[in-house]
């Protein structure tokens, strides 16, 4: 019942806090204005990108109530999220004036994010040996490189999802659903009751966010939520990993990850920024197939639902 009332607050926190942030976005001018110059911009009026906010401030309040995490962790999630959601409203703030703000700054920052997770104990520590059963314990500067690179690779890689309405959010939503079942069948509660909570923040922001989305997350929730479901996986997947279980969380994230190595690999070769934003994510090409923009999100979530699955059989079949 936990993982039920974790999961009601979560959502019901969202839903409520997104129309008067919604308000106060349109008072200040904080939107996301559409531009003819740019084919990412394909919504026609502005719309408000506060939703990140609502997300982080439900998930943060329901975390706190429900996962009895150490001190140390407890500071790390919560330090952490907040450093990844502010430098996110300064790139979002930036954006509403028609400017980039640069990578650098942004790129720092989250690095900060994800060393203070590694600091608190949540870490990838190692693997079992399939040929004896033995845990091979990783070099600490291996574990170290690891773990902070798996937490800025998925919230790089879900803010790079962000690009059409309601697709991040349900990504989200059954990327930390799949986490929940790994975790429930791991015996890893807090892992669990943040994966359930991640779900429900997510579901909550689809309620606005769905075709067609009546306010944005912005890079502030997309970079959140993606920190926040690198965590889960750390504290949950990774945990006594076998060398068949290190692609349990990433087939659990699927749609995200293989699709932005493709992207990364593509702007490497052309000699182009990788945090560029541009019309090469797997949702632009399909629309400029000819797909309708729910089309896309539908085939999208199916996609991803189907990784997911994978990744369960792959854990129940160890």
Same mark, same amino acid.
């Given at each position: 019942m936990s993982y039920l009332f974790a999961f009601l607050l979560s959502l019901f926190i969202v839903i409520a806090l997104i129309p008067p942030l919604k308000k106060a976005a349109l008072r200040i001018g904080f939107v996301d204005k559409p531009r003819a110059d740019n084919a990412r911009k394909i919504h026609r009026d502005p719309i408000p990108?506060?939703?990140?906010?609502?997300? %982080?401030?439900a998930f943060i309040v329901a975390y706190l109530i429900f996962v009895r995490d150490s001190w140390p962790q407890t500071a790390a999630i919560? %330090?952490?999220?907040?450093?990844?959601?502010?430098?996110?409203?300064?790139?979002?703030?930036y954006k509403t004036h028609g400017k980039e703000f640069p990578a650098l700054p942004k790129f720092l920052v989250q690095i900060s994010a994800a060393v203070l997770v590694y600091a608190s104990g949540i870490v990838f520590a190692g693997f079992e040996n399939p040929f004896n059963g033995a845990y091979i314990v990783l070099p600490e500067w291996l574990s170290f490189l690891f773990t902070v690179l798996w937490i800025f690779g998925v919230?790089?890689?879900?803010?790079?999802?962000?690009?059409?309405?309601?697709?991040?959010?349900?990504?989200?939503?059954?990327?930390?659903?799949?986490?929940?079942?790994?975790?429930?069948?791991?015996?890893q509660q807090s892992s669990a009751m943040m994966a359930v909570i991640t779900v429900g923040v997510s579901i909550g922001y689809l309620v606005f966010n769905r075709p067609p989305a009546k306010v944005f997350m912005g890079d502030a929730g997309a970079t959140f939520l993606g920190f926040m479901l690198g965590v889960v996986a750390l504290d949950g997947a990774f945990k006594q990993a076998t060398?068949?279980?290190?692609?349990?969380?990433?087939?659990a994230l699927g749609v995200p990850i293989l699709d932005n190595i493709r992207v990364v690999l593509v702007r490497m070769i052309?000699?182009?920024p990788i945090y560029q934003a541009d019309s090469s994510q797997v949702h632009y090409r399909l629309l400029a197939t000819g797909m309708k923009?729910?089309?896309?999100?539908? %085939?999208?979530?199916?996609?991803?639902?189907?990784f997911g699955l994978f990744s369960i059989v792959l854990l129940l079949a160890q």
């Open positions: 990108l506060t939703a990140g906010i609502a997300i %982080f401030i919560v %330090f952490g999220g907040l450093l990844v959601l502010l430098i996110g409203i300064v790139d979002d703030w919230t790089t890689v879900i803010n790079f999802t962000d690009g059409m309405d309601g697709l991040a959010g349900g990504l989200s939503a059954i990327s930390g659903g799949t986490l929940l079942v790994v975790a429930l069948v791991m015996g060398v068949l279980s290190l692609f349990i969380p990433i087939l052309k000699g182009v923009p729910v089309q896309v999100v539908s %085939f999208l979530y199916l996609v991803n639902l189907c």
